[in-house]
């Protein structure tokens, strides 16, 4: 099993930041991509960034230019900047790993964007 410990979810005003970090833990070997995905209420859940274990980079067009996906191998940690958020941004974010194990989620903290 793998487990996703994310943090750095909160209340913040539209034009400011936050960065959420994921760290995962457990058997995982091959980690083939790392990500986030956001849900809003009433709305699907929809990617808003990942990394390929190669270093790709994918981003929703929503938050390209904004939002930056990053990883730190050592510390098997993905983290998302995310920059000038605007109240369009609010969700609960939800980190995913594909891995050679499965595909495993975390329980998302919640980003609100308001002033």
């Known amino acids: 099993q793998v487990q996703l410990v994310e943090s750095g979810g909160g209340l913040v005003q539209p034009g400011g930041s936050l960065r959420l970090s994921c760290a995962a833990s457990?058997?995982?070997?091959?980690?083939?991509?790392r990500g986030w995905y956001r849900q809003a209420p009433g709305k699907e859940r929809e990617l808003v960034a990942r990394?390929?274990?190669?270093?790709?980079?994918t981003y929703a067009d929503a938050v390209k230019g904004r939002f930056t996906i990053s990883r730190d191998n050592a510390k098997n940690t993905v983290y998302l900047q995310m920059n000038s958020l605007k109240a369009g941004d609010t969700a609960v974010y939800y980190c995913?790993?594909?891995?050679?194990?499965?595909?495993?989620w975390g329980q998302g903290p919640q980003v609100t964007v308001s002033s």
């Open positions: 457990g058997s995982i070997f091959s980690a083939y991509f």
């Open positions: 995913n790993i594909i891995c050679n194990i499965g595909n495993f």
């Open positions: 990394i390929s274990s190669g270093g790709v980079t």
